[in-house]
């Protein structure tokens, strides 16, 4: 149980185009999802908390209109990195939180963003 | 800002040895401190977690200690075996909302 996964699981883009990132919670209705990002070596780096049908709470110092994030349905949340730079190369990873325990955060298997 | 705290950042250990990771956190909403282990290109997974109701929880060959008054909790892996070489992420709670505040991570190699 409590499976997330993510897709893509790797993409590579031209500086300034966007690129739409999906997590699904396959077997819980996730509530809260949560995502972030990775560099290589280092710790998970918080970017945003979205909640079904409301609008997603971003951390200090993250762009939220670069980094846009859709939480539609009790099962799915988008992430879009609009005008993509190489500085947004990345790993991308989500999380979901089932309702009776919020703070069990349960990670899909990340998205490996390469921007040329 | 809320930290949590976590040493070593890297550990080699034999085959069949002890693992001990150690955790320090600041105030938190909620007393809850899982740990995650990550491979290389994968996400966390979450490994075990503990709820503020008991002072140890074992599960299989992962136990996690914690001292409330202390504000630490510490990962114990026995019988350490070569899988278990990878990463290993604290974390606590943030002071408000269901976000998670992680340590910067150990990287754990266990040698045959």
């Known amino acids: 149980g409590a499976v997330v996964s993510q897709h893509p699981s790797w993409v590579i883009c031209k500086s300034g185009t966007s690129v739409k990132i999906e997590c699904r919670s396959l077997d819980f209705q996730a509530t809260t999802m949560f995502w972030y990002r990775q560099f290589p070596k280092q710790s998970l780096m918080l970017m945003a908390t979205s909640n079904e049908g409301s609008k997603a709470t971003y951390e200090q110092g993250v762009e939220k209109d670069k980094f846009l994030i859709n939480h539609a349905s009790l099962t799915l949340s988008t992430l879009t990195v609009t005008s993509a730079h190489p500085e947004d190369s990345s790993f991308y990873i989500c999380?979901?939180?089932?309702?009776?325990?919020?703070?069990?955060?349960?990670f899909g298997p990340g998205t490996r963003l390469t921007v040329t | 800002q809320q930290q949590v705290k976590q040493s070593p950042q890297s550990l080699i250990v034999q085959k069949g040895g002890i693992s001990i990771i150690n955790c320090a956190y600041e105030n938190t909403a909620f007393d809850y401190f899982p740990w995650y282990q990550q491979f290389p290109g994968k996400g966390p997974a979450l490994l075990i977690a503990?709820?503020?109701?008991?002072s140890e929880k074992k599960e299989g060959r992962f136990t996690i200690s914690f001292n409330k008054s202390a504000k630490q909790f510490s990962l114990h892996i026995m019988d350490s075996q070569p899988g278990d070489s990878a990463t290993y992420f604290c974390a606590a709670p943030k002071n408000s909302g269901y976000a998670l505040n992680f340590g910067k991570g150990t990287s754990l190699l266990v040698t045959p």
């Open positions: 999380s979901a939180s089932t309702g009776g325990a919020a703070y069990e955060q349960y």
């Open positions: 503990i709820r503020p109701d008991v």
